[in-house]
């Protein structure tokens, strides 16, 4: 405060200097005498997670002071991250994103909070190469699956939804490999049968291949099987059935976003004494596939009609 002819005592004509930096109001943060409002923080708990929320809050707000974050661990830095997209900060969001470009930190466990972030987050530019990286690492890392069975197993959604979504997943037999897998995961992740079904139909079921399935497989998954919604698996059985007898129109396999048609690196059947066996291209032109076939276009676009 500077001397000046005005009574000092009217708030009216009191001038103060301006800081240096206007953009840094640090001196404010924390200051009765700055607010006219006061910010309790309650927590339900005492969790890890909880905790985090709290002081992730805290360097927030002091960076919206002082365009400053002063925390410099990645966990730390993550923790501000998330409430920031929580409360809409877009100027922080960016500024946590740039740090954690910059530290290039490449670990298994951090790769899957990147593929997790919410989609708000994903599409800070910052963040793509990372992002990139981490869906190529799951992608390459865990293609062979049977190799890797019991450590995918134990991996949460996001790293499973990156490997079987893979073009380059090496799948010991066909499709039906991969279902059968996913049904595991579900089962083991998710206790519940309600929950199973959810993860499934809502995350995982879109990234099989339903058309490299022989119709035998095809018949299990889509008839007796109860995992996936009935409409859906009328969706998926009848797109396997047009594109196997070469009747589904160029346009709908070109502009398919979910990849159904497109075939894997190498699907490969083994006989009983696990010695190799026809491939499946082969094995979907069995004899059994007319009965099944007129059977199975007929019940489903029959039904496919009463859903649409």
């Not at 960016?94 to 989609?119: K, Q, S």
């Not at 594109?243 to 709908?252: A, R």
């Amino acid at each position: 405060m500077r001397e000046s002819d005005f009574d000092v005592l009217d708030p009216r004509t009191v001038v103060m200097d301006p800081p240096q930096d206007f953009r840094n109001f640090s001196f404010a943060f924390n200051d009765s005498n700055f607010s006219d409002r006061v910010l309790h923080v309650y927590t339900l708990s005492e969790s890890t997670q909880s905790t985090s929320e709290e002081a992730g809050l805290m360097e927030l707000l002091k960076f919206m002071y002082s365009n400053n974050l002063r925390v410099k661990t990645a966990p730390a830095i993550l923790d501000v991250l998330m409430v920031a997209d929580k409360f809409h900060v877009t100027s922080s969001m960016r500024h946590c994103a740039r740090l954690l470009r910059d530290m290039m930190i490449m670990t298994p466990e951090f790769l899957l909070v990147y593929l997790d972030f919410p989609p708000t987050i994903l599409m800070i530019e910052a963040l793509q190469p990372l992002t990139v990286f981490a869906k190529q690492f799951y992608a390459v890392h865990y293609k062979d699956i049977t190799k890797f069975e019991d450590e995918i197993l134990g991996l949460p959604l996001a790293g499973v939804e990156e490997i079987i979504a893979s073009d380059y997943l090496r799948v010991r037999t066909s499709e039906y490999a991969l279902y059968s897998f996913v049904l595991k995961w579900a089962q083991t992740q998710y206790p519940k049968i309600e929950d199973q079904q959810e993860i499934i139909n809502t995350r995982l079921a879109k990234f099989i291949r339903y058309p490299y399935m022989t119709y035998r497989e095809l018949d299990e998954v889509l008839v007796h099987n109860k995992e996936l919604e009935r409409s859906f698996a009328l969706l998926v059985g009848l797109e396997a059935v047009c594109f196997k007898e070469n009747i589904l129109h160029p346009t709908e396999i070109n502009g398919d976003k979910s990849r159904r048609f497109v075939k894997r690196g190498d699907y490969q059947e083994f006989n009983d004494d696990n010695s190799e066996g026809w491939p499946v291209k082969t094995l979907v032109q069995d004899g059994f596939r007319w009965a099944w076939k007129r059977r199975q276009v007929f019940l489903c676009f029959t039904e496919f009609s009463v859903f649409h």
